[in-house]
């Protein structure tokens, strides 16, 4: 993988840094490296994941919708579909998920931000660790793995594109 990576992010990245270590009041340049990676399309995240950040109705919703809002993309292609429908079939066919499992996880961004990545060859990034044994959630690493999508963690991805903060 090179600096030339798109890097597709979960929502989790956006919320856990800005309720955590990368609060808009303690670390502007962290926001600061996602505006300028989204104004040359390195980094994206999906529709659906606007909308999850929108509900929160705090900064990080108008941060979304104001400085980053030409970065998400629409997952209404049918390429994302057609992944989409695989990723699906797998879960609802794996008898190591919990129905609820299965449910929660159709039911969130997760398998669009996967089948968005499998379909345009970009890279996921996550908090979700793998957890191949747990019955109670679907992780996006794991549905990555299943579909050989490459994922990072928002270090990994910081890292890749030469940043630091």
Known sequence: MTYDSIFLLDANVFIEASRHYYAF???????DILIKYAANGQIKSIDKVKDELEKGEDQ???????QFHT???????????????????????????YDSAKTEFADSPDGWLVACAMAKSYVVVTHEIPAP?????????????????????????????????
């Not at 970065?71 to 390429?79: G, I």
């Not at 695989?86 to 794996?94: A, G, K, R, Y």
């Open 25 to 31: 009041d303690l670390n502007q340049t962290f926001w």
């Open 60 to 66: 990080l919703a108008s941060w979304a919708q104001g």
């Open 71 to 97: 970065a998400f993309e629409s997952t209404d292609e049918s390429n994302v579909f057609k992944c989409y429908a695989e990723i699906m079939t797998w879960v609802s066919n794996h008898e190591r998920f």
């Open 133 to 165: 044994f747990t019955k109670r959630n679907v992780k996006i690493p794991d549905v990555c793995q299943k579909f050989n999508v490459s994922y990072k963690n928002t270090f990994d991805m910081i890292r890749m594109l030469g940043e630091q903060i």
